[in-house]
């Protein structure tokens, strides 16, 4: 396993749990910081309570909902949605703390964990045949029978092997800080869909608050590349103008910072393969497993972890490698209509006044933005996806009749 983060952590949690020998070989010494808005959906609550997970510590902030708003004229808070599989919470955790936890899981479970080594692919006749490890300890050439690539949105090694990103799917850029607020132990996490300037002016884009809990909150920005000028825009001053002008009961200014701004790129909509080869599989953002509807990964990353163990431990059980090949049509299977679809709303909103003109109209209408909170958050349960296509219908109809300019 390549890569310590949720997607590699849970396909060596999985993968020990069937039985398999497993090293999990993250390049970084736990607890390791990773540049994330700390949040979690039901989708990631259900993955992780399948794998025992301890939501009793301290780290761990419960979320009941999803506040939003635009501009300064509309807010809607809404409750996570009640559903036959997954639960009605999720929650807000440091990556640092959450990664650490997992990948403890994952010890348990028997994974041979070695961080502080790099991993790097060796490729003859365009084939793995080995990987080198380079660590405190020297350099070591190991020959695992199966390699899981989850390495992440830079992909290094996972490139190694030929892996690409189709440059006309949708990316997106995102950075996040924290700071101190009075209001750390709100409940639900806040979403900005018409973000401004100090002086009032838009901004593409989109902004959360997530409250820790501790005291502090998690606050970033985001854009996608479908937007217009995106390679334009510094996502640090954005970040600055977004604190400025955040609602007053956050109580930040850039003097309530405990860190700096880091960014970071989202790779989405499995826009990244080949996702297998004859002896390995790309997981996680490597794969770009981000949900482009809400820039949610971690949840795809322990989902497509979990997937990709499960044809792992078939094919050392048939002793069949060729049952890898399975694995991009299990990705359509599961994903497919709905990533596709995401793929053309995110380019209706490209357009910012389309997205502010949606966001004011939305909002105002709770039948639609709850529809619309279990559409983005991929929260529809299977009698709701009739209903859910004719919301994204409707919403795709509402685009259009919107103004472009
Ligand atoms: C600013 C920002 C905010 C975000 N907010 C959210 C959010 O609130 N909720 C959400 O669900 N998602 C969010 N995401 C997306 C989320 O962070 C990712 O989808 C998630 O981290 C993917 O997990 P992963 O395991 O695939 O990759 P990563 O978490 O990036 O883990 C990859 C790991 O591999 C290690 N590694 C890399 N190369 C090697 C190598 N050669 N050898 C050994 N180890 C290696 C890295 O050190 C790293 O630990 C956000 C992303 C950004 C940038």
């Given amino acids: ?20 020998p497993v090293t999990l070989v993250e390049k970084k010494e736990f607890p390791r910081e990773k540049t994330c808005g700390d949040g979690l959906t039901p989708r990631a609550i259900l993955q992780l309570e399948d794998m025992g997970f301890d939501f009793e510590v301290p780290q761990f902030h419960r979320i009941t909902g999803l506040r939003s708003y635009a501009g300064d004229d509309v807010m809607l808070e809404m409750e996570w949605p009640e559903h036959s599989r997954f639960p009605n919470w999720g929650g807000v955790i440091r990556r640092k703390d959450l990664d650490l936890q997992v990948a403890a899981l994952a010890e348990k479970e028997g994974v041979t964990v070695r961080s502080g ?133 956050w109580g930040i200014s850039a003097e309530k910072a405990t860190s700096d701004a880091k960014g970071g790129k989202l790779t989405m909509s499995f826009s990244k393969g080949p996702q297998v080869g004859a002896n390995w599989l790309v ?30 431990s078939d094919a050392i059980g048939a002793d069949d490698p060729t049952l890898l090949r399975r694995y991009p049509v299990i990705l359509d299977d599961e994903y497919g209509l709905y990533y596709r679809t995401a793929r053309i709303f995110v380019k209706l909103i ?26 983005m958050a991929n929260l529809l349960d299977e009698d709701d996806k009739h209903l859910g296509e004719y919301i994204y219908q409707t919403l795709a109809g509402t685009v259009r009749l919107l103004p472009t300019r």
């Fill in 1 to 20: 396993m390549v890569g310590g983060g949720p997607a590699g952590s849970a396909a060596a949690y999985w993968l020990a749990r069937s039985g398999h």
């Fill in 117 to 249: 080594t790099e991993a790097h692919p060796i490729v003859e006749n365009g084939m793995l045949t080995a990987v080198e490890l380079r660590g405190a300890a020297g350099v070591q050439r190991v020959d695992p029978a199966y390699v899981i690539i989850a390495d992440g949105s830079l992909d290094r090694f996972g490139r190694g092997l030929g892996t690409t990103r189709r440059k006309d799917f949708p990316m997106g850029l995102a950075a996040r800080g924290y700071f101190s607020s009075p209001r750390s132990a709100d409940p639900f996490l806040e979403s900005q869909l018409d973000i401004r300037d100090s002086s009032g002016a838009s901004m593409p884009g989109y902004g959360w608050v997530f409250p820790l809990g501790d005291g502090e909150i998690n606050v970033g920005v985001g854009l996608l590349s479908t937007f217009k000028r995106w390679k334009h825009v510094n996502t640090t001053v954005m970040m600055e103008n977004y604190v400025e002008a955040a609602p007053d009961y």
């Fill in 283 to 312: 997981i996680g953002d490597a794969v770009g497993a981000i949900n482009p509807w809400n820039g949610e990964g971690i949840a795809y990353a322990y989902e497509t972890g979990r997937i990709a163990a499960g044809l792992v």
């Fill in 350 to 375: 490209g357009n910012p006044a389309v997205m502010r003109s949606l966001a004011h109209t939305g909002l105002r209408n709770r039948t639609l933005m709850e529809w619309t909170l279990k559409v």
